[in-house]
């Protein structure tokens, strides 16, 4: 700096210093806490986006859940910056960057979709798996984890109050007066034996099949805190009751693969924990729900999940998108182009592109077959098979109690989503897609950090580095540990 004998030092202009305030506000931007809040706001808004766009029909309620997660996502982009990568080095990261390179590929090709149908579909096959690396990287505490769960947890006991409280009449007389809504609507019910129409509830979600799959999940996760060893007793009184709504509206959504999920989810928590007791309450818990459920539905409920011990109506189930995935595969062995079986397309594009020469598929199997041919279906399996050999990895890994359970709350999900891939969306829809990736995250950064106290994940920051070639101040080196990345 340079001084004058008259004036003394000249004084810089602090219009042309960095300011204080970008760095605070950067700070504040790129923070865990901001993120994290951005985050829950868009889990909330999943759980009831099916309700947004049924009363509010509009392309930016069809899109909102989108910014919540894509906004955390690359402001965690900015904060690695060059220093790491944004999918986590491992099997999953290289199944998903050719998969995503694979959707890219059949989303220019002129198969016949046209490019906003194909477009819309590159969204929905891509969007949920990005959660992967959000949840990896806001990983941080263990605390923050079962944050997550109880916030969830939360979330499903109000929606599962709101779906008891729905009424089949208050459906019945939007279908009556707006036709759009009655052809999407047509799922809600489904037909006894005896011929009659038995309503299913859907809450504040698109669909109850979607209803009942993420009542399944929560369940698993509030299961999977109250049976951890050490657990309070008022808390696991407060998990247990929070069980019971979510199981009842599971049980009235009519969705057997839901029950079926949370049935082997309890099982592999129960193997996991030695406890068979966990296996016997959550037996005493269904068997609540369906007696309570035959009694509201005039024994409907009975008859409904009562056929999946008919092996021929289960394998039928089963097997219906095999044979749809077999018959495509026949047609067109290499798909038919992203967006042919109108998967993730918004309902408002459906009337405005023209294109009408759909080839409607339910499930992920036969969609996958149907746009991208048996190439498609092999990545997608090569990314189920790395997601796979994580939750084995998870559960036979010693560590502490806390964070064994968020472990095995999180390889529950996991395990439910590849259990259930052949015959619906576990790994593509909204929310549950998204919070299944979100916490295959979180399972990979628990098992990419050495086993810790049960109050945090990240290991100690490392100590200052040794240079011998000249001295060091004490401010240069405690300055150097005031940032850590974990690789």
């Not at 868009?42 to 989108?66: E, N, R």
């Not at 079962?146 to 009449?169: D, K, P």
């Not at 009942?212 to 808390?235: D, H, N, Q, R």
Request: proline share 7%; hydrophobic share 50%.
């Amino acid at each position: 700096m340079r001084t004058s004998a008259a004036r003394g030092p000249i004084v810089p202009d602090p219009s042309q210093q960095p300011s204080d305030l970008i760095a605070k506000v950067q700070a504040v931007l790129l923070g865990d806490k901001l993120l994290t809040v951005v985050v829950l706001m868009g889990i909330t808004i999943g759980f009831f986006h099916g309700w947004l766009k049924f009363h509010y029909p509009s392309p930016v309620v069809t899109f909102l859940f989108d910014p919540f997660m894509l906004t955390p996502l690359g402001l965690v982009y900015l904060r690695l910056g060059r220093q790491e990568s944004l999918l986590p080095r491992g099997p999953i990261r290289n199944s998903l960057v050719a998969f995503y390179g694979l959707c890219a590929v059949f989303a220019f090709l002129p198969l016949g979709p046209p490019f906003l149908v194909s477009l819309a579909a590159l969204r929905g096959w891509c969007f949920a798996s990005l959660m992967y690396p959000l949840g990896y990287h806001l990983t941080r505490a263990v605390a923050q984890v079962r944050a997550y769960f109880y916030v969830l947890i939360a979330l499903g006991v109000i929606t599962a109050v709101i779906g008891l409280r729905q009424s089949a009449e208050e459906v019945e007389a939007r279908m009556r007066h707006d036709e759009v809504m009655s052809q999407r609507l047509l799922g809600t019910y489904y037909a006894t034996e005896a011929g009659k129409a038995q309503f299913r509830i859907f809450s504040t979600f698109v669909t109850a099949g979607a209803f009942g799959s993420v009542m399944a999940f929560v369940a698993l996760l509030a299961l999977s805190l109250v049976t951890e060893p050490k657990v309070a007793k008022p808390e696991g009184l407060l998990l247990t009751a929070a069980i019971a709504p979510i199981c009842y509206a599971m049980i009235l959504t009519g969705t057997r693969s839901a029950l079926v999920m949370f049935g082997v989810g309890a099982s592999v928590i129960a193997w996991h924990r030695r406890r068979l007791l966990t296996l016997l309450l959550v037996g005493l818990a269904l068997y609540l729900a369906l007696h309570f459920g035959a009694k509201s539905t005039a024994g409907a409920s009975t008859e409904r999940f009562g056929s999946l011990l008919e092996s021929g109506i289960v394998s039928e189930r089963v097997m219906m998108p095999v044979i749809t995935a077999w018959n495509a595969f026949c047609d067109r062995p290499f798909g038919g182009g992203l967006g042919k079986t109108g998967y993730s397309v918004p309902f408002i594009l459906y009337g405005r592109t023209g294109y009408t020469d759909f080839r409607l598929a339910e499930g992920d199997l036969p969609c996958l077959v149907v746009e991208m041919g048996l190439v498609g279906l092999l990545l997608f399996l090569r990314v189920l098979w790395a997601a796979a050999r994580l939750v084995y990895e998870a559960l036979n890994r010693p560590r502490d109690p806390a964070v064994d359970t968020v472990a095995l709350g999180s390889a529950a999900i996991v395990t439910l989503a590849i259990i259930s891939f052949p015959v619906g969306s576990p790994f593509l829809g909204i929310p549950t897609g998204a919070l299944t990736w979100f916490f295959v995250g979180t399972l990979h950064r628990l098992l990419a950090t050495p086993t810790s106290p049960a109050n945090a994940v990240d290991p100690p920051p490392p100590g200052p580095v040794k240079h011998f070639l000249h001295r060091r101040t004490p401010k240069a080196l405690s300055s150097s540990t005031t940032t850590w990345r974990h690789s």
